[in-house]
């Protein structure tokens, strides 16, 4: 279970009465009875009982019967009920009321749909309070929802800020909750928090704490993420939480160095985002990279490797032998040796409409996280390679149809074949060549695509609301400028790459020549994709990290 999330506790009872003496005698009889199986609560004023339904909301709790007195100051028990049933509609409801207040007790019914009213006193309870609790528990038992244990995200569908905590969560295996801010739910998760819908995307962890737009590292830091490197220097730092840099880290920490891997959103890189990955080695059946790479962030954690997340590197120093890692926030990590993992992201699209769009409509490898929306739905993906293959067949799973928009003559030149068989024998899904997406349209969300054919220069809108774009990717190697070598795409330039003429470069410092992976300072390597003339397999680049971690070893063996 991930640190911070709280075991689902037993359903509620709670019983509201101004008089300490009834509430504790009530109480004392539901515990008696029901214990075993219900939390019993109480509270000794209306405003008291609303803020322990409060709690109970916030951290996804079950209230099964609501129990007030009527006769209180400030809020009686029929108001106490009627503000209850915003939060916990499925509650059941019992009145508390004298002999005098019958009249009241039967008008309620109406009022706050009472389900059922005792008269004070009920000895002996036997008779008079548990058949009537006993059918009251049978009925809700019968309807109650089932637990939410889960941390919940509130959040408006067409939100591109939301749509990017979902991905967060999801990419770094969190389980949660999605709630829209004008749906049901959504709107008593914002009620219990005292927010509206102008403070979404919020997200309530599974304690209860109410984070209203946070950003990732703060959502990292409250679902039991690390997000703090609990040391100032290491053997290894590894950038990059791809295949490469999971291997890297893996091998690293298996072999004896004290390592660290530090990444800005999620582990598993593209890699992580593929929906089928069916071309690895030793799974014939294929395998989802999510659940490649979790396996793959488990084993190095069970070796040792220490994993901290929402890390965004913007610097590389040197410092005689040691070479340190600046974040974004103004912090550092130091080590003997770095390996740069970052793998790439996927471009963007050029052209009106994609900016304002993006994650309301337009997204760039969230396939998996917006899947289950596009049931019987019309959806474009943009791309030729295997990435754009293997989003289009899992989104064919539901959607009504699926357009693959590829800018080539063919699929053959950049996917790989078997993939180009299911894709074009799939009756779900077409593919269009030679054919390009100029523009997204819409008003607050996408509402269509104008597709143009690069031949005749023909445009033509359709109407979608659904586009997943994969149109290659450029390197996170932007904060490496001036202190590595890099080509004109910005990958990292290494071993026989830094060779001008067969000569190692006037800049560089060492007798011996650059290893096999490492860049133009000695001691900092380059695996996967980040490096220059790499294959971009998730085979190699694991291939890649572990021989990186080899080279590194032969490194610190001359230090």
Not at 384 to 395: C, R, V
């Amino acid at each position: 279970m991930i640190a911070g999330q709280a075991a689902v506790q037993r359903p509620a009872l709670l019983t509201v009465d101004d008089d300490p003496a009834v509430s504790r005698s009530v109480a004392r009889d539901l515990r008696r009875r029901y214990g075993e199986d219900y939390r019993v609560v109480r509270a000794e004023s209306g405003e008291a009982g609303m803020e322990v339904l409060r709690e109970l909301k916030l951290r996804g709790e079950q209230a099964a019967v609501l129990v007030a007195d009527h006769r209180m100051p400030g809020m009686s028990g029929i108001e106490f009920l009627e503000h209850a049933m915003d939060l916990y509609p499925q509650a059941r409801r019992v009145l508390l009321t004298a002999y005098a207040d019958t009249d009241v007790a039967i008008d309620a019914v109406n009022v706050v749909d009472l389900d059922h009213y005792l008269l004070k006193p009920w000895d002996p309870p036997e008779e008079k309070l548990y058949p009537v609790l006993d059918a009251q528990l049978e009925a809700w038992v019968a309807s109650a929802p089932r637990p939410v244990a889960e941390t919940k995200v509130v959040g408006h569908r067409w939100s591109a800020r939301s749509s990017e905590l979902r991905e967060f969560l999801a990419r770094n295996q969190v389980p949660y909750r999605w709630f829209t801010a004008d749906g049901p739910e959504g709107r008593r998760l914002l009620e219990a928090a005292g927010l509206d819908e102008r403070a979404v995307p919020v997200v309530v962890t599974t304690d209860g704490e109410v984070l209203a737009a946070p950003s990732d590292a703060e959502v990292a830091a409250r679902v039991g993420l690390s997000v703090e490197p609990a040391a100032a220097f290491y053997d290894l730092v590894v950038v990059g939480g791809g295949p490469a840099g999971l291997s890297a880290a893996l091998y690293g920490a298996s072999e004896g160095l004290r390592t660290a891997l530090v990444e800005r959103t999620a582990t598993g890189g593209q890699a992580g985002q593929s929906s089928r990955i069916e071309n690895y080695l030793g799974f014939p059946d294929g395998v989802s990279g999510s659940q490649l790479t979790e396996r793959a962030r488990r084993q190095a954690l069970k070796f040792g490797a220490e994993i901290v997340m929402t890390r965004d590197a913007v610097g590389l120093e040197v410092a005689g032998s040691a070479r340190s890692v600046r974040f974004a926030d103004g912090s550092t990590v130091g080590a003997h040796t770095v390996i740069l993992a970052s793998g790439v992201s996927y471009r963007e699209l050029d052209g009106p409409g994609f900016a304002a769009l993006t994650g309301s409509g337009v997204y760039y490898g969230s396939a998996l996280t917006e899947a289950p929306a596009c049931r019987d739905h019309d959806v474009y993906v943009v791309g030729g390679a295997n990435s754009a293959g293997q989003a289009a067949m899992f989104l064919s799973r539901t959607a009504r149809s699926v357009t693959l928009v590829v800018r080539g003559e063919s699929l053959a030149a950049s996917m790989s074949h078997y993939l180009i068989e299911q894709v074009t024998t799939n009756p779900r899904i077409r593919v269009l060549t030679r054919t390009e997406v100029v523009e997204a349209v819409g008003d607050g969300h996408l509402e269509q695509i104008v597709l143009q054919d690069r031949d005749t220069g023909d445009k033509r809108t359709v109407d979608t609301g659904w586009l997943f774009v994969f149109i290659g990717a450029a390197p996170h190697t932007a904060w490496l400028d001036g202190t590595l070598a890099r080509d004109e795409h910005g990958f990292v330039r290494a071993g026989h790459d830094l060779l001008v003429d067969g000569h190692v470069p006037a800049s560089w410092p060492l007798d011996r020549p650059p290893y096999h992976l490492e860049t133009s300072v000695p001691g900092v390597f380059a695996a996967g994709d980040v490096r220059a003339e790499s294959a971009k397999r998730v085979a190699s680049a694991v291939g890649e990290g572990a021989m990186a971690v080899m080279l590194v070893h032969r490194y610190l063996e001359q230090l």
